[in-house]
């Protein structure tokens, strides 16, 4: 399985501010009555998007200035709440290849990551100030340079981190584990047959 | 140096270290459902990979299951497609899968300890964030995503960062009236809804010693509400006891020769925290929450905080609360009145749940115009109330008695608010709709407290409505 090496992302950006965004927002529990993870993109951020009888509400994705936008501008704590991969799932499906924040939750940058769709952490003044230049000239593409962990839109930069492991994966194409994994088939079996309740036979 | 119980668990459970530095950790135990396994055995059909230990998975079906009509085919036919599913998954992998018809179908959560699945010095993965709960028993239990259950069916492990260790005391007596829920609403209160970001929590102090093994299920349970993936308490007597005789756990001479593997897990006395917090129990009282969040949270006496009593990072997420909530800065919360009482969830479902409401209520009814449902976290749980009364006191006292699964907590049954009604909820996350109504308001609490609010129809002071001091 060859996975592509990601170390820049280029592309429009969209802010939707707010901290504590969980991941029932990002995609409310029923659209994961689903057994594939196909056309969750349109559901991305629902509620929030659209009222009770689907019609749009004024939302930084629903507005045409930020159109095929793929870099994700948000808050503190991204993605807390249920480890549903869904959510990382319907934010790609919908186009998004990156997400910058102040913060984000474990278990949906994990996702995330394995799904080869970065999260790097930006200090909060940085992203409301790259929020604000995004305002100004909409369609311009952010670059994204993750060996060298910085954003930037035109000629300004500003720091944009991952942790050192995220940023390998990224990098050498390994974002997804299971091939990792697999290589290591017999220490799993010998590291089973040391513990007591697992009976492997 | 001494080591922690996770410390402990985590070595025992390296199979090695991954070139980027990850560890490759052995998971000796998969739980799964039907909402997040689906997609990872597509993708091991498209792999063409077996599952490694069909026997190490166990399954049940809890999130999409309607808790009144039983029967298949469901009448939504996106859930009964989603049962069907799981069915055939677990039928050709050879995967145990507590079904329906098997009167031991429940919330996972609820079932693992149940069925004695759950065992201290064990590693715990479910593509669920509240199997922090596992951790109750001495296990690291880590909530994961759909990509991780394809890794632990396939390869058994999952590629992880190995998180700090945060000890977290809370010692002394809690006060009539006030409950393990209202022990870990307090904490994530304290330390917020991301202080735990990059830690596991272990649970101690005498209050935790005091616990039962169910009371402390619900205060790992909502570990991850306070951004700690995985939340723990020592194994001790109260846990071997409670294991003692249950399908799954060892039996006779294999029981002690568990036993004293267990206790070998326990942290040292001179173990090494990263940092170390202290609560006392005589502080906490019934707590409530207010906002969006399980940290937007009060006692029950106190008012909603205005703005300015908060830390300016809160503030705009308080905003949002307020609008979202339609309640008011600066005012009680008690009185707000209700329309749903909730009694379910991964939390909050347990036979002691059910049995400590039940001691209040019997001889109450709720309030006209309230809908109280009591969802039992399994068909086991219910078994047990049925038999010994305790779902007749909730009839008789107006609530509606349903079959088991997650049902309200989430909103992906039929179980939904309508609306902007307020439900007083049992369950762990007062998200913006997370109920099922994207306007829907949520207000978090213990069991009793939701009874009192059901028999008053506003949010009220258990120990008020029950005559407890």
């Keep these: 399985m060859s996975l592509a090496k990601i170390s820049q992302i280029a592309g429009p950006g969209v802010y939707v501010p707010g901290d504590d965004v969980d991941t029932d927002r990002v995609i409310p529990a029923r659209y994961m009555k689903c057994i594939t993870f196909d056309g969750l993109g349109e559901y991305a951020f629902y509620d929030e998007r659209f009222d009770a009888n689907g019609q749009p509400k004024p939302h930084p994705i629903n507005d045409p200035k930020y159109a095929g936008a793929t870099i994700l501008l948000a808050g503190r704590n991204f993605g807390c709440g249920s480890s549903r991969e869904h959510a990382p799932q319907a934010l790609y499906r919908h186009g ?32 409301r100030a790259l929020a604000a ?14 060996p060298n962990g910085q954003v930037s839109l035109a000629d300004v930069s500003f720091p944009a981190k991952l942790p050192d492991h995220a940023k390998e994966v990224l990098v050498d194409g390994k974002w997804d584990a299971i091939a990792d994994l697999l290589e290591g088939l017999d220490a799993v079996k010998s590291t089973a047959a040391k513990l007591p309740y697992i009976q492997t036979a | 140096m001494g080591k922690t119980l996770f410390d402990k668990v985590w070595a025992a459970h390296t199979v090695r270290e991954l070139p980027n530095g990850m560890t490759q950790l052995l998971i000796g135990t998969h739980l799964i459902h039907e909402v997040t396994s689906p997609q990872a055995f597509g993708m091991l059909r498209d792999l063409k990979l077996p599952v490694l230990y069909p026997q190490r998975t166990f399954a049940t079906v809890d999130h999409i299951v309607p808790t009144d009509e ?55 993965a479910c593509g669920d964030s509240h199997t922090s709960t596992h951790g109750a028993f001495g296990a690291i239990a880590f909530g994961i995503g759909t990509s991780q ?3 632990v069916l396939a390869t058994q492990t999952m590629a992880l960062q190995k998180p700090k260790v945060r000890r977290i005391e809370v010692n002394g007596k809690l006060a009539p009236g006030v409950y393990a829920k209202d022990v870990i609403l307090h904490i994530i209160r304290k330390l917020g809804v991301n202080g735990g970001l990059g830690y596991a929590y272990e649970y101690a102090g005498s209050t935790f010693d005091h616990f039962t093994q169910e009371e402390r299920m619900t205060v790992c349970n909502m570990s991850i509400e306070g951004g700690a993936r ?28 568990a036993v004293t593997r267990w206790k070998s897990f326990a942290s040292d006395p001179d173990a090494k925290y990263d940092d170390i917090v202290k609560y006392d129990a005589a502080d906490i009282g019934p707590t409530v929450t207010w906002g969006i969040n399980p940290g937007q949270a009060i006692f029950i006496d106190e008012t909603i905080p205005t703005p300015e009593e908060l830390p300016e990072k809160d503030r705009s997420t308080a905003e949002e609360a307020y609008a979202h909530m339609k309640l008011q800065p600066g005012r009680p919360i008690k009185g707000t009145k209700v329309d749903v009482a909730f009694l379910g969830s991964c939390t909050n479902a347990r036979i002691s749940d059910l049995q400590e409401v039940a001691k209040y209520l019997h001889g109450k009814k709720i309030k006209a115009g309230v809908k109280g449902i009591v969802v039992p976290g399994s068909q086991g ?5 049925e038999s010994m009364g305790l779902a007749d006191i909730f009839r008789n006292a107006g609530f509606e008695w349903r079959g088991a699964g997650c049902s309200m907590c989430l909103g992906m049954n039929p179980d939904k608010l309508v609306g902007d009604q307020l439900c007083a909820s049992s369950s762990n996350r007062n998200f ?5 109504s994207p306007t829907g308001r949520t207000v978090l609490m213990s069991p009793l407290m939701v009874a009192a609010a059901a028999v008053t129809g506003e ?11």
């Design chain 1, 96 to 127: 998004f290849r990156a997400i910058l924040a102040e913060s984000f939750a474990e278990i949906f940058f994990g996702n995330s990551i394995t799904l080869g769709m970065p999260c790097l952490v930006m200090d909060g003044r940085d992203i």
């Design chain 1, 133 to 146: 230049l995004i305002e100004e000239a909409p369609q311009t593409e952010l670059n994204i340079d993750i």
């Design chain 2, 70 to 124: 039983r029967e298949e085919p469901f009448s939504d036919s996106l859930a009964d497609a989603m049962i069907k599913e799981l069915r055939r998954n677990c039928d050709e992998a050879g995967i145990k899968f507590f079904d329906m018809a098997s009167g031991k179908q429940g919330i996972v959560h609820i079932v693992g300890p149940e069925q004695g699945i759950t065992q201290p010095g064990t590693t715990i």
């Design chain 2, 149 to 151: 259950v394809r890794d």
């Design chain 2, 230 to 257: 995985v939340g723990y308490v020592n194994p001790d007597q109260t846990t071997f006891d409670y294991l003692r005789g249950r399908p799954y756990a060892p039996a006779q001479a294999d029981y002690d020769a």
């Design chain 2, 381 to 385: 749980v219910a078994a047990i109330a």
């Design chain 2, 432 to 436: 913006k709709g997370r109920q099922g």
């Design chain 2, 459 to 469: 949010i009220s002071d258990a120990r008020e409505v029950f005559g407890l001091s």
